[in-house]
């Protein structure tokens, strides 16, 4: 934290004045406000796609502790968030798996079009705790279909679980696999459904697999290659309860910064 004075004649003018002296107390705070972060502290409320609620987490640790504002999170799937916001849920910044959700809702006049901005790109994976589905068997994994119950995001509220599907259809076996799919709510739960082997594989985020916090075998699974569904661009917006709040648009740009980017990265998100 800086301390910096930038007008000592007016330090001197103050120490002259009273220490109860109100005009003199309201100058030092407008002298050194600017490098005062927490003077200022305001709060904000952000809506978060699930799969990107660890990393997102992590750099709102980060964002916190350099500008002394405060962040509430709320994760959930992208769909569901979307109507939450739709029906004036009391969120400041959304998050959104994709980028059509984002857009409805500049187009509707709920959302600063100004702040609409890719922030990363994604991608999904189908991981295994017990079946081989190392690049070169995926397929055959899937083709012989040596497994109960294959985990997928919901396709109609969750951007990963249509990705999912899309990728199942390119391969020709949506079909012939659906009767076996265990849908989770988000892409959070979908993951829990293979982390506690009730699915004994599905398709999740890469991020999740590359999170830190992931104890169990990150390399037993197969990088869906990007062209076998839609892109998983996501976007964020600042939504209209959150236009004039500073805490909202200062973290709005962190997400620019280099911290927050080297983050997204780690995690295996694109920067696109």
Same mark, same amino acid.
């Given at each position: ?39 200022? /502290?305001? &709060? $904000?409320?952000?809506?978060? =796609?699930?799969?990107? *609620? ?7 640790? !980060? ?11 709320? /994760?959930? &799937? $992208?769909?569901?968030?979307? =109507?939450?916001?739709? *029906? ?7 998050? !959104? ?176």
């Amino acid at each position: 934290m800086k301390h910096r004075i930038q007008n000592p004649q007016t330090m001197n003018q103050c120490k002259s004045i009273p220490i109860a002296s109100l005009q003199c107390i309201v100058i030092l705070l407008t002298i050194l406000g600017s490098d005062l972060p927490f003077v200022h /502290a305001e &709060s $904000t409320r952000a809506a978060v =796609a699930s799969n990107f *609620h660890n990393p997102f987490s992590e750099i709102v640790r !980060s964002f916190e502790k350099q500008s002394g504002h405060s962040v509430q999170i709320v /994760a959930g &799937s $992208t769909g569901k968030l979307y =109507a939450q916001i739709i *029906h004036g849920a009391p969120f400041d910044l959304f998050l !959104s798996a994709d980028q059509q959700r984002p857009r409805l809702l500049v187009d509707q006049g709920k959302a600063v079009a100004g702040s609409l901005i890719t922030y990363a790109a994604g991608r999904i994976s189908l991981w295994s705790l017990k079946n081989d589905i190392q690049a070169s068997e995926a397929d055959a994994v899937l083709r012989i279909g040596n497994f109960s119950h294959l985990a997928i995001a919901n396709p109609k509220t969750a951007p990963y679980g249509l990705a999912a599907m899309q990728t199942l259809i390119k391969m020709g076996l949506w079909d012939s696999i659906r009767t076996r799919l265990v849908q989770g709510e988000n892409i959070g739960q979908t993951f829990q459904f293979v982390a506690s082997q009730n699915a004994e594989l599905g398709f999740v985020s890469l991020s999740q697999i590359l999170d830190p916090s992931n104890a169990f075998d990150r390399n037993n699974r197969w990088d869906v290659p990007e062209t076998f569904h839609d892109p998983l661009r996501q976007d964020v917006v600042i939504l209209n309860r959150g236009a004039e709040n500073p805490a909202t648009q200062a973290l709005w740009k962190f997400l620019k910064s280099d911290t927050a980017q080297d983050i997204i990265k780690r995690y295996g998100y694109g920067l696109k």
